[in-house]
């Protein structure tokens, strides 16, 4: 049984994630169906509406798949799992006008609306939810970027602008981020290196992300979950055989992957799935092509001879898309053992709302899976050695506050949940902090407290998580307390503190309303004074565990977070220990690591909605103090 993306239009009927997750775990099988991939419109010699089809895994000539509603040429193509839309082109004036297809079934498009400004040369990429236009000609360069969400029906809107405007560039992306590569600037008549990038989620303006291996423009594109892939175009004069990769998950230039089988300039389109890509048509160097060609998305090499358009076309550099690209990495298949036994799916082994991060005395990040059972597994390094920051999430991304390594420093770094990679810049905290407390919901992070130096603060700061930048002003802590360390508690509208170092410990509890902007409040107190308390939780219920008062504590303790009041003694740690890192799931929370009068590796959990002791869940990969952690799927994304 083939081992890709099971089509919707399958006899059986709609497949939904419980059916896949099902014959996984049943069978260690998926549901059989194949990618399939549209290029449309371009020169064949003259302009056509004509949009053809291949079937990615398999080799051989592409045949009809229907027409566009409007003859065009230099279109921006976009597919999610159900339907295809291309936007704007040349058919000679420039246009603004949106068709779409559902992509189950052959036939023609219909219109789905407009874009916010008429244009061609245009690149187009998308994820499972929004699809995204990027620069383009419209009588001078476009630096415009505007949107639209693929499952309604209606006008674009504008997302943001281009690092600087141009025409002839790439998109491609995963599930949370797309990118802009290459192109051509009118003014100065060259071709350009840059790589721009854009988080789909949000919307402003692009960010500088790095520079291709060598400047081109109209070049063809497309990726899985971790790498983007620019090929073909033109160095100007010339035409380019070059495919070239990139990291999508952390900033960075391009790196060479291959060659084409010929040199291709204005290829008709580019597609694929999570392992092939594949380009089709183009100038070669003045002659329109049929050839398709296909290469290896998982190992770097040339391409082979994949078969022929029905008919010999190019200028259409952004007409390729596929219902199997990196943006849809959600449903990419994986091996039955990376699904969680309550039957959630896994991305990329991880899962879905059930992902721990911790990090300990280096610059690794390590993971597990926290509705399961087992030993601490690789995930990237941070951009910065970073020791005794504080860590936030949303259920996308991961963000670490502060820390030290060994000077107190302010910045900010993030990571993509979704896929294994290293750290990235965010921005800066409103100051140089470690040993904080940290709380959050699916749109803003807070860190309260910590040392600043010699110091201790009572300084809270928030960022947005979505929106690069540095962190602004909260208000204050109701004591002035370093070493709070460790996960997250918190509701979706209440953060949690508790207890803290410096002379002498405290054993006091406050809170904050997160969507506010307030000095935090009175919540109660621990059941001891304690410094270096893991904090974890549902959405109802916060977990204190461990600390130092002055011995190594093994007591973990629980509040209400709706309520106010004293904490209640909830069980015992396996071992105890301080400054463990402490991750939840909304059902579980596990504590890892920490210090016992040397670094501990010990792995334990409990079940947040019942008391009792902690059992053994793994080890971490290295005993440490694990102060950094982060969950996609604790209390405050419920």
Same mark, same amino acid.
């Given at each position: %049984?083939?081992?890709?993306?099971?089509?919707?239009?399958?006899?059986?009927?709609?497949?939904?994630?419980?059916?896949?997750?099902?014959?996984?775990?049943?069978?260690?099988?998926?549901?059989?169906?194949?990618?399939?991939?549209?290029?449309?419109?371009?020169?064949?010699?003259?302009?056509?509406?004509?949009?053809?089809?291949?079937?990615?895994?398999?080799?051989?000539?592409?045949?009809?798949?229907?027409?566009?509603?409007?003859?065009?040429?230099?279109?921006?193509?976009?597919?999610?799992? +159900?339907?295809?839309?291309?936007?704007?082109?040349?058919?000679?004036?420039?246009?603004?006008?949106?068709?779409?297809?559902?992509?189950?079934?052959?036939?023609?498009?219909?219109?789905?609306?407009?874009?916010?400004?008429?244009?061609?040369?245009?690149?187009?990429?998308?994820?499972?939810?929004?699809?995204?236009?990027?620069?383009?000609?419209?009588?001078?360069?476009?630096?415009?970027?505007?949107?639209?969400?693929?499952?309604?029906?209606?006008?674009?809107?504008?997302?943001?602008?281009?690092?600087?405007?141009?025409?002839?560039?790439?998109?491609?992306?995963?599930? +949370?981020?797309?990118?802009?590569?290459?192109?051509?600037?009118?003014?100065?008549?060259?071709?350009?290196?840059?790589?721009? !990038?854009?988080?789909?989620?949000?919307?402003?303006?692009?960010?500088?992300?790095?520079?291709?291996?060598?400047?081109?423009?109209?070049?063809?594109?497309?990726?899985?979950?971790?790498?983007?892939?620019?090929?073909?175009?033109?160095?100007?004069?010339?035409?380019?055989?070059?495919?070239?990769?990139?990291?999508?998950?952390?900033?960075?230039?391009? +790196?060479?992957?291959?060659?084409? =089988?010929?040199?291709?300039?204005?290829?008709?389109?580019?597609?694929?799935?999570?392992?092939?890509?594949?380009?089709?048509?183009?100038?070669?160097?003045?002659?329109? =092509?049929? #050839?398709?060609?296909?290469?290896?998305?998982?190992?770097?090499?040339?391409?082979?001879?994949?078969?022929?358009?029905?008919?010999?076309?190019?200028?259409?550099?952004?007409?390729?898309?596929?219902?199997?690209?990196?943006?849809?990495?959600?449903?990419?298949? $994986?091996?039955?053992?990376?699904?969680?036994?309550?039957?959630? #799916?896994?991305?990329?082994?991880?899962?879905? *709302?059930?992902?721990?991060? %911790?990090?300990?005395?280096?610059?690794?990040?390590? !993971?597990?899976?926290?509705?399961?059972?087992?030993?601490?597994?690789?995930?990237?390094?941070?951009?910065?050695?970073?020791?005794?920051?504080?860590?936030?999430?949303?259920?996308? $991304? *991961?963000?670490?506050?502060?820390?030290?390594?060994?000077?107190?420093?302010?910045?900010?770094?993030?990571?993509?949940?979704?896929?294994?990679?290293?750290?990235?810049?965010?921005?800066?905290?409103?100051?140089?902090?470690?040993?904080?407390?940290?709380?959050?919901?699916?749109?803003?992070?807070?860190?309260?407290? *910590?040392?600043?130096?010699?110091?201790?603060?009572?300084?809270?700061?928030?960022?947005?998580?979505?929106? !690069?930048?540095?962190?602004?002003?909260?208000?204050?802590?109701?004591?002035?307390?370093?070493?709070?360390?460790?996960?997250?508690?918190?509701?979706?509208?209440?953060?949690?503190?508790?207890?803290?170092?410096?002379?002498?410990?405290?054993?006091?509890?406050?809170?904050? +309303?997160?969507?506010?902007?307030?000095?935090?409040?009175?919540?109660?107190?621990?059941?001891?004074?304690?410094?270096?308390?893991? %904090?974890?939780?549902?959405?109802?219920?916060?977990?204190?565990?461990?600390?130092?008062?002055?011995?190594?504590?093994?007591?973990?303790?629980?509040?209400?977070?709706?309520?106010?009041?004293?904490?209640?003694?909830?069980?015992?740690?396996?071992?105890? $220990? %301080?400054?463990?890192?402490?991750?939840?799931?909304?059902?579980?929370?596990?504590?890892?690591?920490?210090?016992?009068?040397?670094?501990?590796?010990?792995?334990?959990?409990?079940?947040?909605?019942?008391?009792?002791?902690?059992?053994? !869940?793994?080890?971490?990969?290295?005993?440490?103090?694990?102060?950094?952690?982060?969950?996609?799927?604790?209390?405050?994304?419920?």
């Amino acid at each position: %049984m083939s081992n890709s993306y099971p089509r919707r239009d399958q006899a059986s009927g709609v497949w939904k994630i419980n059916q896949i997750t099902k014959n996984i775990k049943d069978q260690g099988t998926y549901p059989s169906g194949a990618t399939r991939a549209l290029f449309a419109g371009g020169k064949a010699p003259g302009i056509t509406n004509t949009v053809e089809q291949i079937t990615v895994e398999t080799t051989g000539n592409a045949s009809d798949y229907g027409d566009l509603t409007i003859d065009v040429i230099l279109v921006g193509s976009v597919c999610n799992f +159900t339907r295809a839309l291309s936007g704007g082109g040349l058919t000679p004036s420039y246009v603004n006008t949106i068709g779409y297809k559902d992509i189950a079934s052959t036939g023609n498009y219909a219109d789905y609306g407009d874009l916010t400004v008429s244009r061609g040369y245009i690149s187009a990429s998308s994820n499972e939810n929004r699809a995204v236009w990027a620069g383009g000609l419209t009588g001078s360069d476009s630096n415009v970027i505007d949107y639209v969400t693929m499952t309604s029906l209606g006008n674009a809107t504008d997302f943001g602008n281009l690092t600087q405007a141009r025409y002839g560039l790439a998109a491609n992306g995963n599930a +949370t981020r797309a990118l802009f590569s290459g192109g051509y600037i009118s003014p100065s008549n060259s071709s350009v290196n840059t790589i721009d !990038f854009i988080e789909y989620s949000t919307t402003g303006n692009a960010v500088d992300f790095g520079d291709l291996d060598a400047a081109r423009m109209y070049v063809c594109n497309h990726s899985n979950s971790t790498k983007a892939f620019v090929f073909g175009g033109t160095t100007y004069p010339a035409s380019t055989n070059i495919i070239g990769a990139t990291n999508i998950n952390s900033l960075g230039n391009e +790196t060479d992957w291959g060659d084409l =089988t010929q040199s291709a300039n204005v290829p008709k389109g580019g597609a694929g799935n999570y392992t092939r890509g594949v380009r089709a048509g183009g100038v070669t160097p003045s002659t329109a =092509t049929n #050839v398709i060609d296909y290469w290896s998305l998982t190992s770097s090499g040339n391409a082979t001879d994949f078969g022929d358009l029905v008919t010999a076309a190019y200028e259409n550099f952004g007409g390729g898309c596929s219902n199997n690209h990196g943006g849809l990495q959600e449903f990419q298949p $994986r091996a039955p053992e990376l699904y969680s036994p309550t039957g959630t #799916v896994v991305p990329n082994g991880k899962g879905k *709302g059930d992902l721990g991060l %911790m990090q300990g005395n280096a610059q690794s990040i390590g !993971f597990v899976q926290i509705s399961s059972t087992g030993n601490q597994q690789n995930f990237g390094d941070w951009e910065v050695t970073a020791n005794q920051g504080a860590g936030v999430a949303s259920s996308t $991304r *991961g963000i670490r506050l502060g820390g030290r390594s060994p000077s107190y420093f302010n910045n900010i770094g993030y990571i993509t949940m979704a896929t294994k990679g290293n750290g990235a810049d965010f921005g800066d905290l409103t100051q140089s902090v470690a040993y904080a407390n940290s709380v959050g919901n699916q749109t803003r992070g807070i860190r309260g407290g *910590g040392q600043a130096g010699p110091a201790v603060t009572n300084v809270i700061d928030y960022i947005t998580i979505a929106t !690069f930048g540095n962190a602004a002003d909260f208000g204050d802590t109701t004591v002035t307390k370093g070493e709070r360390i460790g996960g997250q508690c918190n509701s979706s509208t209440r953060g949690i503190f508790a207890g803290g170092g410096g002379a002498p410990y405290t054993d006091v509890i406050d809170y904050v +309303t997160i969507a506010s902007t307030s000095n935090a409040t009175d919540f109660g107190n621990l059941l001891a004074v304690q410094a270096y308390v893991s %904090m974890s939780g549902s959405d109802t219920r916060g977990i204190m565990s461990g600390g130092v008062s002055p011995s190594y504590s093994n007591v973990i303790q629980y509040i209400t977070i709706a309520s106010t009041g004293d904490a209640l003694d909830f069980g015992d740690l396996t071992v105890a $220990r %301080m400054a463990c890192a402490s991750n939840t799931n909304n059902v579980r929370s596990i504590n890892s690591g920490g210090w016992t009068g040397s670094n501990s590796n010990v792995i334990d959990y409990i079940t947040i909605a019942s008391t009792g002791n902690a059992l053994d !869940f793994g080890d971490l990969s290295t005993a440490a103090e694990t102060y950094n952690s982060m969950s996609n799927g604790h209390g405050g994304l419920s």
